[in-house]
């Protein structure tokens, strides 16, 4: 996305109102005057003989442009709750880019829970856990997650992202290492960083490459690896079971993200260690509120020696207020309703083999997913916003993935499905998406012939 701004300069650079005045002898007088906003500054970047740090800023015009033309794909609001089907612009479309995999946000329970707890602890805590913001209501959640993880503690962070970095920067020094997979949540690497801790990326489940990691061990500190359960762009799974036979050669901790897979993966909806059959060998195991359990916040699950010593070492627990009550009550009930009706896992796996089934029908590629994350592999970004400009004008929400969040050239549309989704709305969604498929593979026959 590039242009010119109307009355900038070509590379969109323009400055605000208050920064445009130019000083120094003049024709008239020597009178200082003001250059109107609309006349740009040849060469402007410096700012008194120092680079003006908003430079960047004020240059950027690619969000500008999309939203110019009328393509911007992000940030669009929606006017409903996070059910199956929402209201954007006005009009309901189908829902098929939420992470609210059970359908647990609507549900009457979770909401009366909710607001059970605002009548009693009111909105807010105040505080951080550390201090003045830890409710017993705090202390029931993970009693409560522990008993459901078969994990002897669990630790409650206000959201997932600060519950990566909370725990990977309390656990790892300056001496340690940290092994990531390259396809990891963001939050693990920006985690990594924050602990000053040796951090290094394995290719994308090869096994053999973060075997070459782990023999490249001077002994001088700890090491850790960390993986995704559920890889959230391309639905794929990490090889836990390969990861684990690892551990009989040499010495590391192993961490798993699992905040798409909590209440989705497993038996009994325990997550991806479960659903491999190693919960034992996970020394950590993180996961979310914002997915199955129909809230906003994370935890990390350990032994409780290691929680106790993130408790009191996490800077992002320590120096963050704690969750509110509305939230916390919200995954206590959504734990009751996922131990109570496991009838909807097998909902939302039926609706997942449903769609990935026709989209490869179609002759759509879906990639490696084998969960309810179901890409659509496009490749080039005009593609990939074509198409999915194409569904949401027909009805249909997905969400574009482009670089840096994949690599060049492997952009995808990221749909995901919900229990509640009903077979009316997803055969809806197969024929729209089948429309679009074919009038988009017809232009580019067109374009290449025209060549």
């Known amino acids: ?89 006005g009009r309901r479309v189908i829902m098929i880019g939420s992470n609210n995999y059970l359908g647990l946000t609507q549900h009457p329970y979770v909401i009366e829970k909710a607001q059970k707890a605002i009548a009693e602890y009111g909105t807010g805590c105040t505080g951080s856990r550390f201090l003045n913001g830890n409710l017993a209501l705090h202390e029931e ?33 300056r001496h340690d290492r940290v092994l990531t997979d390259s396809m990891n949540h963001a939050s693990i690497f920006d985690a990594s960083r924050l602990s000053f801790a040796k951090s290094h990326k394995f290719r994308h489940n090869d096994l053999t490459d973060l075997e070459r990691l782990l023999q490249d061990d001077d002994g001088s500190g700890g090491t850790l690896v960390v993986t995704d359960g559920v890889f959230s762009m391309e639905g794929d799974l990490a090889d836990l079971e390969g990861i ?60 409780p020696e290691v929680i106790d010593f993130v408790k009191h070492h996490s800077r992002a627990l320590i120096f ?10 919200a995954v206590i009930a959504a734990l009751d309703i996922i131990e109570a009706e496991p009838e909807r896992r097998r909902m939302l796996w039926e609706n997942v083999e449903k769609m990935r089934s026709g989209f490869q029908e179609i002759g759509l590629d879906t990639g490696p997913s084998v969960t309810p994350v179901i890409p659509l592999l496009i490749g080039e970004e005009e593609d990939t916003f074509y198409f999915w400009n194409a569904l949401f004008e027909a009805g249909i929400f997905t969400n574009p993935i482009v670089p840096p969040a994949v690599p060049p050239g492997r952009c995808l549309l990221r749909t995901s499905y919900m229990a509640t989704h009903t ?20 232009s580019r026959a067109t374009a290449a012939s025209a060549r």
Request: with cysteine; hydrophobic share 40%.
């Open 1 to 89: 996305m590039c242009g010119r701004d109307p009355g900038g300069r070509a590379d969109g650079y323009r400055l605000s109102p208050s920064l445009e005045r130019e000083g120094g002898t003049t024709e008239n007088g020597g009178k200082e005057t003001r250059r109107p906003a609309e006349t740009p500054i040849p060469g402007w970047g410096v700012m008194q003989g120092h680079q003006d740090l908003f430079a960047k800023a004020f240059g950027y015009t690619r969000a500008r442009t999309a939203r110019a033309e009328g393509w911007y794909p992000y940030f669009r609001a929606i006017e409903s709750g996070a059910g199956a089907e929402v209201t954007i612009e």
């Open 141 to 173: 959640l993970e009693d409560r997650l522990a008993r459901f993880m078969d994990k002897p503690a669990c630790l409650v962070f206000s959201t997932g992202y600060q519950t990566n970095l909370g725990t990977i920067d309390a656990l790892a020094g």
């Open 244 to 303: 684990v036979r690892l551990r009989r050669h040499y010495s590391f901790r192993l961490m798993i993200d699992d905040a798409h897979g909590v209440g989705v993966m497993g038996p009994r909806g325990r997550g991806t260690a479960e659903h491999f059959g190693v919960e034992d060998s996970a020394d950590l195991i993180m996961g979310t509120f914002s997915k199955s359990l129909a809230s906003i916040g994370g935890f990390i699950a350990a032994e």
């Open 320 to 329: 963050s207020a704690s969750p509110p009550p509305s939230a916390v009550a």
């Open 423 to 442: 077979p009316e709305m997803l055969d809806h969604v197969l024929e729209v998406v089948a429309a679009v498929a074919e009038h988009a593979s017809a």
